[in-house]
């Protein structure tokens, strides 16, 4: 991929520009089998395109409300305009001119971060694989908001596939992307996103992989592998001895902590199975979960749950009873840490696989170190962020 904002030096966040997508992925796959030595074995790297594959843009707004750049911050804190960054679809790129152009027509103020004045601090583009949009003004107060409502139908109009609209409020002076406070402007407040098999219904503050085709590989990756761990099934869950009556199988139960909008859940439930599965999906953002309710009504899945609250705690909670056979995680970057860790090398008989993705290969490390109950079987790498040196990384474990 060629960048001209790269080759001029104005932006480096691509620090592996320049460097063939082949050789990227390679030499990230060389990385990830040195750190994981565990990992006895791995399949070929996930890839997609290398360029346009970002379906979210957060743009800095800075300059004056005449003159608005949309982009990121040099060192001093000045504004970088980066409207026809190459990592974006069309769909995302189209629409930053009218953006730009409204951000002058509703007087905001970019907010000056050396200065710690003015009102717009980002404004955040969610693209769909079919263009529509969700756009979200970033504000530091309510000061800008009635000049907005009053403009956003000429904004509806200059951009017909925006869906959703929203401000969000972020009043600290502080190096973040959203604060808690979310104002929809549109009647919609939900973006339909196809990725893999699923329909993903994304909400404002709710995660969304960055990269859809990846994220599709991702998630029928790990929806084929519990369907491998269902048909493989050693006859412990629900089978009695062969002497005895053989009761109706019981269906498989799976965990995805960590949940987000809802996509491995939300596949791994829609996949055939003969016997149904009970599916529980566990995250922290509400607006995630309200969008995987959302997305498991549509596509009637009866046996999937989305609950609010903390993986680690809800884990801890449960009556061994309760307990699955498949835990599928997806942590932050920081990792699982010690008490899931914890959980996961304790947790009852019947909790007998865990798949675990992970955005963060050295947090992963860390994490299998503190598993030994727990055994690798397998990895993949997804090339999800191309031009960096991130990528997602999926391991089977199974109990020892």
């Given amino acids: 991929m060629q960048c001209d904002y790269f080759d001029a030096g104005v932006c480096r966040s691509c620090t592996l520009m320049g460097v063939p997508h082949e050789v990227q992925v390679a030499d990230a ?18 890839t997609g395109p290398e360029a346009h594959f970002r379906n979210r843009a957060k ?77 979200r003004f970033v504000l530091r107060s309510t000061e800008s908001l009635p000049r907005i409502r009053k403009h956003l139908p000429w904004l509806l109009e200059q951009l017909p596939a925006a869906l959703v609209v929203s401000a969000n409020l972020l009043p600290q002076h502080a190096a973040l992307l959203e604060g808690d406070v979310e104002i929809p402007l549109t009647p919609a407040e939900r973006l339909p996103i196809r990725q893999g098999a699923v329909t993903l219904l994304a909400r404002p503050q709710g995660f969304l992989q960055t990269n859809t085709v990846v994220a599709g590989q991702l998630y029928a990756q790990v929806a084929a592998w519990v369907s491998e761990i269902e048909d ?80 680690t705690t809800w884990a801890q909670l449960q009556p061994d009873d309760a307990a699955p056979d498949v835990v599928v995680v997806n942590p932050p970057r920081r990792g699982l840490g010690a008490p899931l860790c914890g959980w996961l090398d304790a947790a009852p008989p019947r909790v007998r696989h865990l798949l675990y993705s992970s955005c963060n290969p050295a947090s992963l490390a860390k994490d299998l170190e503190a598993l030994p109950g727990w055994e690798p079987v397998r990895g993949r790498l997804f090339a999800m962020f191309p031009q960096t040196t991130h990528v997602e990384v999926l391991v089977q474990l199974r109990r020892r």
Avoid: N
Wanted: charged share 20%; aromatic share 6%; glycine share 8%.
């Fill in 59 to 135: 743009m800095v707004v800075a300059g004056i409300t005449d003159a608005p750049t949309l982009g990121i911050l040099d060192e001093a804190g000045r504004g970088v305009d980066l409207v026809t960054c190459g990592l974006y679809p069309p769909s995302i790129t189209d629409a930053l001119e009218p953006l730009r152009a409204f951000v002058t027509r509703a007087a905001l103020v970019p907010y000056d971060v050396p200065a710690r004045r003015g009102e717009l601090k980002h404004v955040h583009v969610t693209a769909s694989p079919s263009g529509e949009l969700m756009v």
């Fill in 29 to 46: 796959h060389a990385r990830v089998e040195t750190l994981l030595p565990s990992v006895p074995a791995w399949l070929p790297p996930a």
């Fill in 232 to 311: 493989d099934d050693d006859g412990e869950r629900g089978h009695a001895p062969a002497a005895a009556p053989t009761p109706a199988p019981t269906r498989l139960r799976v965990w995805d902590l960590y949940c987000g909008a809802g996509g491995f859940a939300l596949h791994v439930a829609a996949y055939d199975s003969t016997t149904g599965r009970e599916v529980v999906g566990v995250e922290t953002s509400e607006q995630a979960v309200a969008a995987a309710r959302d997305a498991a009504s549509t596509a009637r899945l009866s046996g999937t749950t989305f609950v609010h609250a903390d993986a």
